[in-house]
């Protein structure tokens, strides 16, 4: 096995939770099957609007070696012009896309849209795709211990039963924060863009990861997080006719950084990033960003992306062992970094 071969060996779509094969695979199957009986839908129609996802993604693209140059998932159907929302990494970057609805074959799609801040991708079929339309959803009404359905493509026997264990905020190493994701438990084996649907059938939220503290604290679950449906009204029209959100974008330092026994530790550096440059180091600690104490993932973005947009210099004050260094950080746009088919 080549040591690339071996690097990706037990992910999925760039992703390697520790143990998660046997612990999700596990927990989809003790979970109870949803029935038709049980919900007030149709079920195979509502299953059918979830599509197969296919990406090609070039070997120099720069998320490449990170999340692969193969990523598959799902798409939900959203309209009848056959206009897909996914989860936005599988077709970051992507010069090809198929989506496949039922047992019919394999439709080409265009990217239209990727957004970094919602984490949202939506691609659209160029033939036609044998699948309903979803019906939108809201989020927000979702309750703690609410049963939902978790779909993946495959109809029945690619869905499971869950409930919704949290919601609350959540913040990525990879400069990425959501005001309130939706949690549920148990986890889907296959997350990628799968479906978080509403009892009433509607789509409530997008896979984007499995987590291993759904529910944090002693009784912590194993489960996935969701993008909530209620991000994408405010941007869709934005989405369609620019490819992304016209907010102006946030500014992006290239800098990987994990909460640790309460400290901001920088886990890694992405290559050339504006981090970089300003000499941050894999093992440096977060204390400050300008002249304010930052002890969060959460807190910290929002300091840094509270002094202006990309192009702005983020004075960061980090410890380096027992010295304290200050290193001013001129951001960048994280879009300039893509090989994105649009111009955005």
């Known amino acids: 096995m080549s040591e690339e071969d071996e690097e990706s060996k037990g992910r999925i779509n760039g ?31 509502v299953l059918s609007a979830v599509v197969r996802l296919h990406a090609e993604i070039p070997a ?22 056959g206009l897909v929302l996914t989860i936005g990494y599988l077709v970051m970057e992507a010069m090809a896309v198929s989506l496949q609805a039922g047992e019919g074959p394999p439709v080409p799609a265009e990217v239209v849209a990727y957004d970094y801040d919602s984490g949202f991708g939506l691609v659209r079929a160029m033939g036609r795709l044998e699948a309903q339309a979803i019906s939108i959803g809201q989020s927000a009404e979702l309750a703690i211990n609410e049963p939902v359905l978790v779909a993946g493509f495959g109809g029945r026997s690619q869905t499971i039963g869950a409930l919704v264990v949290s919601k609350r905020e959540f913040a990525g190493y990879w400069e990425y924060l959501l005001d309130e994701a939706i949690f549920t438990s148990p986890p889907h084996p296959n997350w990628g863009g799968t479906a978080l649907i509403g009892t009433d059938g509607s789509l409530r939220g997008v896979g984007s990861l499995y987590v291993e503290d759904a529910r944090p604290g002693a009784s912590a679950l194993p489960g996935n997080m969701f993008v909530p449906i209620d991000l994408l009204q405010p941007i869709l029209a934005d989405l369609l006719t620019q490819g992304r959100a016209a907010s102006a ?42 002249d304010d104490v930052v002890a969060d993932l959460a807190g910290m973005y929002r300091r ?35 090989k994105l088919q649009r111009s955005y």
């Open 15 to 45: 992703h390697r939770p520790k143990g998660l094969l046997p612990l999700a695979l596990s927990a989809a199957l003790s979970a109870t099957p949803a029935t038709a009986e049980q919900l007030n839908f149709d079920i195979d129609a």
């Open 60 to 81: 120099d693209a720069y998320t490449a070696s990170i999340l692969g140059t193969e990523r598959e998932g799902h798409g939900i159907v959203i309209d009848d012009s």
């Open 249 to 290: 974008p946030r500014p992006w330092l290239g800098m990987f950084t994990a909460e640790n026994e309460g400290r901001l530790e920088v886990v890694g550096i992405a290559d050339d990033a504006p981090a970089a440059r300003a000499g941050i180091k894999p093992g440096d600690v977060v204390v400050k960003v300008g």
């Open 304 to 338: 840094i992306w509270a002094i202006g947009p990309a192009g702005a210099k983020i004075p960061l004050t980090v410890l380096r062992g027992s010295i304290a260094l200050t290193l001013e950080v001129v951001s960048e746009d994280r879009y300039r970094r893509l």
